[in-house]
Structure formats: C-alpha cells, structure tokens
C-alpha cells in the first residue's frame, strides 16, 4: 500500500522507543505527561454527568452543533474572563476534542506543505508531529527560563515569514518555563506588525503552585492594538478537570474560526456531547476553584519535594529552574566534575536502577540539546518521588 | 490571513444555505441527517456512565490509549464478530471520534494532494468534503437500487488507479439503496485484483426493518482471498446507541491500522474515555439486542408511513425505492404530468408550505442529477409523516 507523502514528514520511533521502557515493573515513572487522575473529582464528575443525562437528555445523547454545545461555550467564556480576557464572547469559542485537536484544526486551516512554523524548543512533541503532518517545515526559537526569547523570535519570524508561531507561554511543556509579560508584550506587538498568527497553548496556566503567571496573551491582547486579529488561545479541561472528557477549546479571530469550524466538521462533526453537557454541568455547579485549589497544592508539593531532592542529590551535576507551576522539571546535565552529560545514557541506567524519565532531545524540532530531560513530579507521592530521585542519583553514578 | 490551499477545494456555501430554511418555526422537517434521540435508551446510558464512573474510575477521567479502550474494543470486536466477521480480533480495531473521524483519519493516511478517490454518487457528503481537504480528486461511480453498479465500478477502478474507493454499501445515506450480495463478492474481488483500498462505511446496517441485510463487506471478506488486506470497515455507536457519545470503530490491514492510530495520537490522543467507559459497559451489559429491536421497529413503521404517503399523495410523479432499514427515502422527480422535475426549486416551494428536504445535488460529487432529493423519516411520527407529505403534495401544485 502506498501512503500519503505527509507520513514521510513523522518520525515516531524515539517515542515508541521510550515508552518500551516503562512496562518494567516496580519502576518510578518520572517520564509520563499526564496529570493525576486521582486528584480529579470524580464525585463531582458523576454529579454532573447525572446531571447531565437527566435534564439535558437529549442533548447529552444527540449530535450537536460543531462549534460545541452553547452552555458549554458559555461556561468557557466566563472561566476566560474571571482570567482578565474580559472581552471575549461565547460566539468567538468553539469546543474541540482536546486542545491536541485544537492544534490538528489549525494546522488543517494555516499550512500548506513547504510552509514554515516557529515552535519553541524544546516544545510539546505532539503539536511539532501535527504541524509536520500537514507538510510544515518547524523552526525552532530558542527558550530561557523566561520563556522563548523573543529578540531571536522576532529575527527568526522576519527572516521565515512562519503561516503560524506555536508557544506554551505559561508552564510550558517540557520546559516548565513561563513567559514574563515584558515578553509577552513584544511577542503580541510583533503578531501585530508583522501580521504572524500567533497560537498560545495554555493548558497548565491554572496550575501554578503559588501567585498566579502573568496575564494570558488572550488577555494582554486587549491592551495591545490590532495584535487580537492574530491570535489564537487553546485551552483544555484535560489538566484541570478530566483528560477523560477530551475537551478543549478554541479562541480565534472570525475568519480562522469559521474555518476551523468546517475542519471540524469534516473531522469528527462535534466533541462528545455526553461530555460536554457533563463538563458545561460541572462548571456550572462551582466547584472548578475547589478542585483547583486541591491540584495546585498536590502539585506544588511534589514540584517542592522533586526540585529538592535533585538539588540535595545532585548538586551542580544537574541544572534546573524551579518551576512555578504545571507539572515538569526541566532539567541540564552539567558534566560537572566529569558526571555524564548525555541525558539518554542517563535514563537507560536510571531504567536500569528502576526509575525513568524522558530525555529532551525528542522534544526539539531541530538543533536538539541532548543534555536535557524532562522529569514530571505529577503523578508520584512524596516517598516515591525521593526514590526516584535517589535511583536517579545512584543511575548518575 | 492566507489559509492553507486544501480550503480551496471545499465547497460549503450549498449546505449552509439549506440549513438556514430549516429555523421557520411549524415546520416539519425530513431534511434532517440525524437519529431520533428519543430512541436512545437513556436510562441504560445513564446506568453504563454511573457503572463505568464507579468501577473504572481512573479510566473514564484519564487519558487512554490512543487505539481506544480495550474493554470497549473487545466489546465492539464481539459485536462484528456476531454479525459474521468471525475472525476479526480486538488488536485489528481501533476506537474513533465517530465514524466521522475515521474518515479523517484514512484519508490523512493515504491521500496526497491529487490523489484519485471513487465515491458513490450520490453519497455521504461529509465524506466528500472530507477527502476533498486533504486535496482528493473525488470521482463519482454511479449506484443504482442495488447499491453501487459494480461493472462501472471496475472500469473506473482501471482507469483512474485510485488510493481509494469509499461505499456505503447497506441502506446508504442518502441512497437507501443496498449493494446485493452478488455485487458485494464483486467489489471485494476487484479490491484483490487490482489491489485497491475499499472503505465500507456502515452506520446503518444494523437499522433493518424485516431481514438482516447481506453480510457486510468484512465478513464477506474471509471467503475472498486476498480481499482483506485492502478492506477497511468503519463502524458507528451514533445512529444505534448514542451520538453523543461521538464513538465509532476503523478495522484496518496492521499496516493502514498502525498509521491512523499515528495520525488519531496527533489528532485528538484519543476519544474521550468517559464515553468509551461508558458505551463498554453498555454493551457488556446486554442492553443493546432490546435497543436495536426498538429502533428497527419505530424506524420500519416511519419509513412505511412515508413510502405509502409519497405513494398515495404524488403517484408517478415521484419515483423511489422503498428502503428495507436506514434513516432514508432517496427519491427523483419524474416530470410525469407535467410536473415540476427540479428538486431545488420544489423545496423552495416546500419551505412555503412548512415542509423541507434535502435536494440531491449536494449529495454528488459530480454529475449531479437535480430532480433527485433525500427525504429522512428518522425524526417524526406518523402523523407528523402524514401531515409534512400532505404539504409536499400541496407545494408539487
């Protein structure tokens, strides 16, 4: 059988690879990038679903409109707002099946095969395998631990003239890294003057562990003239509510999200109604900030007890910013004192003392770092987490 | 903003405008493509969302395999194993975002920009649209009241070498019509020969009203050499349990299989967990033999009602054939008499008297037949049947 030519674009096997590895059991998984599903409400979930099924019926059973279902959209928009984008309206939101769709509409909508695309590296893997699929060739801008350097960015999108720039500004993945509003500014005014969609992916912004990050860019974007027209906010529920729902959502300007509306169509009609009355039901009874409340204090807590026992085991062989929120570490084998410093050597010994994590390099779309790692502290306990860490330190040797 | 050219090659405006006559309040409306979700049973939805929220917590609020739940798989596999495709195993199939995003999914797969595609014409217009995104150029085999014409089928097969060729061989939509059994051996033959990739999509073949339809391609597949390596079934839970739970299945040769489950990762990761529980335990709780006898009857008596009323109201100058299960009666204007042949304008005339349907053209990929027309009697009973058919009647003039 003959594929398409955009499947030669993908090259999955670094993935398949790493995922091999952590079937062993008794192994500490640090390498996952999933959140805890126990800290998700379940009773809550149920509530709503009940909910849901008993005075929605018809809705929560039958198709529904693409753009997504209205008290949903609704739900969205006020949760957007209380976050300082003050100004959007339900009718410039659309639901989507996980932001991850998000990512696969627009591309669906902006890339033509040749086109070009700045991600950050490292970025999320799935969103650099998305954009590839639709022919996109992805540049890379490099980040600090403020976030993606916006005076390369600003030369790379004059020099390329990108159909799109995809950026996790807050928490990012993996990078744990957040962008500072001084940054986040001069990225909106350049969307604005060089006319370059800009995507922010936001889906861990809520998960900070102690003062909430700078506004959104969705946010911002009110107080930066004409940059609106180019921006895209994805959101997710899949972090903060349930992955289990696979619901996200979508802030664009008229035009794109009408296109994106027909893409979606054509892609799976609408998001799980059963879903989306349930999550529009779970909103609506105002638990979210409870919930949160829990999953920002589990979080910062094992953040908290990971960042310290890599720096009580490690020193100065590894490298690191701690992260204000989300659920990664990441992290920079120094070499120091003539420790190793290839980062997937690391892991297969680490594997070999029963602890995992991921090493950077797949994370990258070009000029890769292979010092680097990611480490998730999210789905480990206190005790876990410095066994892990201690397996790490004897792995390191 | 400069979209990507795969917009280009859609067409929307046609459907937008049809939908927009369907808010006139009073109407009764046989334009709808839609199940009746008060058939759903909905008690036993609630019941299986309950179970699976209680019983498989973590797996109906976490992120799941991107091939889909293997208890939901298992369940689907026993299902087409019942209807006598014995051999499949739960590992050939996969869980989609509807039968809709299997779709999106194979054409993704297998479709570079001018690519050949065969559909029937007329056929399911998503599924037209669908491929057209991914730059297909759609050729249209013509059906008769036996489903595809076979003999036409291969000479275009010959002449074009298309990437694949997309049917919906039992009550299709919006045909009704069903490809004979004869026929069906034919298609599967062809697909080994001439080593074409086939699509059966079958939403409707569980929706018969007297008789079981013929084997489905899949199961037919296993007394064809050769024929399952290019045949691929998409299977839909939308029109037989619940849409809302927005859940279809793709079972495909393991090398097609493995690619969409690469595409359906970059997609949406996987389809929600929450519906996928659910319609699990749906299914493993025996509720859905009841379910299909229910639907099949109230559907058997719709599409009798509307048969016998276009029958009785227009004569001659309707032509059909009466479908024996689906959502459909496809129907041509004869002109008998003198009356009007155009189905466009006859619907206009329709809308004025409080009665819509579909007319055919959008339905064809090309060479369109205008004075053909879909009418669905899924969502009315029989006196609103009686009542819509009456102002049919009264709009031919």
Redesign the interface.
């Known amino acids: ?7 030669d674009n ?1 090259e ?1 096997s670094a993935i398949r690879e790493l995922f091999k590895l952590l079937g062993k059991p008794g192994i500490v998984s640090f390498a996952g990038g ?1 959140p805890d ?2 800290l ?1 409400d ?1 009773p809550g ?2 509530e709503a ?2 909910a849901a ?2 005075q929605d ?8 409109a693409t753009e997504g279902y209205m008290p949903l959209r609704e739900q969205l928009t006020a949760f957007m707002r209380a976050k300082g984008a003050t100004d959007v309206k339900a009718e410039q939101l659309i639901v989507t ?2 932001s ?2 998000g ?2 509409l627009l591309a ?6 040749g ?1 070009k695309v700045i991600v950050e590296g490292p970025t999320f893997l ?1 969103a650099i ?2 954009f590839r ?2 022919g996109a060739e992805v540049i890379t801008a490099p980040i600090d631990a403020d976030g993606v350097r916006v005076d390369v960015l600003e030369k790379l999108v004059e020099q390329h003239q990108p ?1 799109l720039v995809y950026l996790i500004p807050t928490f990012g993945n993996p990078s744990g890294a957040t962008l500072t509003l001084e940054r986040r500014r001069r990225v909106l005014e350049m969307a604005a003057r060089t ?1 370059t ?1 800009v995507i922010e992916d936001d889906p861990y912004g809520d998960l900070y562990f102690d003062a909430p990050p700078p506004p959104t860019l969705l946010a911002l974007s009110q107080e930066v003239p004409g940059s609106r027209g ?1 921006l895209v906010h994805c959101g997710s529920l ?1 972090k903060i509510l ?6 996200g959502w979508l802030i664009a ?1 008229p ?2 999200l009408a ?1 994106t509306v ?2 979606k ?11 989306q ?2 999550a529009a039901q779970y909103l609506a009874a105002g638990r979210m900030a409870a919930t949160l409340d829990h999953a920002r204090a589990a979080y910062g807590q094992r953040a908290r007890t990971m960042c310290d026992a890599l720096s009580a085991g490690l020193g100065d062989r590894l490298e690191f910013v701690r992260p204000q929120g989300g659920l990664f570490v990441w992290a920079r084998l120094t070499g120091a004192g003539g420790a190793l410093k290839d980062a997937k050597a690391w892991n297969e010994r680490a594997v070999a003392e029963g602890v995992a994590f991921v090493p950077g390099a797949p994370f990258y779309a070009s000029n890769a770092d292979p010092a680097t790692l990611r480490l998730s502290f999210a789905t480990a306990d206190d005790a876990k987490i410095r066994e892990g860490v201690h397996r790490l330190v004897k792995a390191l040797g």
Chains 1, 2 share one sequence.
Do not use: E, H, W
């Open positions: 059988m003959t594929f398409a030519q955009r499947l993908v999955t999933f599903v126990t998700c379940a979930i149920t679903a009940n099924l008993k019926t018809a809705a929560a059973l039958a198709y529904g099946t996980g991850q769709q990512m696969d669906k909508c902006m890339i033509s095969p086109d799935a395998q998305c699929l639709y159909k006319q969609l180019y899949s349930s992955a289990g729902l696979r619901l300007p035009d794109l296109r027909m893409c169509q054509f892609s799976d009609a609408n998001s799980s109604t059963l879903a009355t349930t």
